[in-house]
Each structure stands twice: as C-alpha cells, then as structure tokens.
C-alpha cells in the first residue's frame, strides 16, 4: 500500500479505538484531509477546503445522529467560436461526503460550521456535565 493510503486509513481507527464506535465513515477516497481535535469544551473537525466557498458545503445531522459533511461541486469553462461551436469545453465535477458518528456528550443543537481561508471549520460543543453529587447516606436505626 502507498503511503498516501496509508495515512487516509489511520484516522478512523484511532477514533474507533478512543470512542469504541465507526466515528469516520469515508465514502470517497480521495477525500479532503480532516483534522479532529477536542478540548474540555468541544470537538473541532476541520476539512482542508481550498477553492471552495461555502455555498458548495452542506452540513447536516441525520436521524442516526450522525454529522454529514457533504461538497457538490462543479465548474465549466468553454470557449466559442464566432458561429457557436465548441473549440474547447472543459467541465469537472467533484463529490464529496464524511460522515462522523457523533459522541454522545455533544450538543447537537448549537453546533456551528463556517468556511474560511481554505478550510470547513465545524464547532461540535460538548454537553455541560451535570454536578456529581455525594451519595447521601441514610443512617440505620
């Protein structure tokens, strides 16, 4: 296997090891690179992103509470001559989707995504902790 495989595939087993789930699911490989990081506040995955904006990113949770990272993307360039015949078209298309199972110490519903300099920065909160409280002991008579 080539290295380039290679460091696609170590991710998901690290997750998978820490969280003892699939966090990652790739359905494309030659996905961008993503960075997940956590802090005592919050998860950040970041998605190398350049030349995209951020109308081409759809991010979404579905029902399985899973975080959907999705990009649509298509450019078409032509040239025409005087009659309107193709001298030369070129048109791309790329797709992409990363689905990360989400832990369930996040707060689903103040997570935030913003695109910026090159990169899908998504912000997954955590839930705040409730407080642990001493046992009371009851005292038998």
């Given at each position: 296997?080539?290295p380039?495989?290679?460091?696609?595939?170590?991710?998901?087993?690290?997750?998978?090891?820490f969280?003892?789930?699939?966090?990652?699911t790739?359905t494309?490989?030659?996905?961008?690179?993503?960075?997940?990081?956590?802090?005592d506040?919050?998860?950040?995955?970041?998605?190398?992103?350049?030349?995209?904006?951020?109308d081409?990113?759809?991010?979404?949770?579905?029902?399985?509470?899973?975080?959907i990272?999705?990009?649509e993307?298509?450019?078409?360039?032509?040239?025409?001559?005087?009659?309107?015949k193709?001298?030369?078209?070129?048109?791309?298309y790329?797709?992409?989707?990363?689905?990360?199972v989400?832990?369930?110490?996040?707060?689903?519903?103040?997570?935030?995504?913003?695109?910026?300099?090159?990169?899908?920065?998504?912000n997954?909160p955590k839930?705040a902790?409730?407080?642990?409280k001493?046992?009371?002991?009851?005292?038998?008579?």
């Amino acid at each position: 296997m080539t290295p380039a495989k290679n460091s696609q595939n170590w991710l998901p087993g690290i997750f998978n090891d820490f969280f003892g789930n699939e966090w990652i699911t790739k359905t494309n490989s030659s996905a961008p690179a993503i960075n997940i990081i956590e802090d005592d506040k919050e998860y950040k995955v970041e998605v190398a992103a350049p030349g995209l904006t951020k109308d081409d990113f759809n991010v979404r949770i579905d029902d399985n509470d899973h975080l959907i990272i999705s990009v649509e993307n298509k450019k078409e360039n032509s040239e025409k001559d005087k009659k309107g015949k193709f001298l030369r078209r070129e048109f791309s298309y790329s797709q992409f989707q990363q689905t990360l199972v989400l832990p369930d110490n996040v707060d689903k519903n103040n997570i935030e995504a913003k695109q910026e300099n090159g990169v899908l920065t998504v912000n997954i909160p955590k839930k705040a902790l409730p407080e642990t409280k001493e046992p009371k002991k009851i005292e038998v008579k």
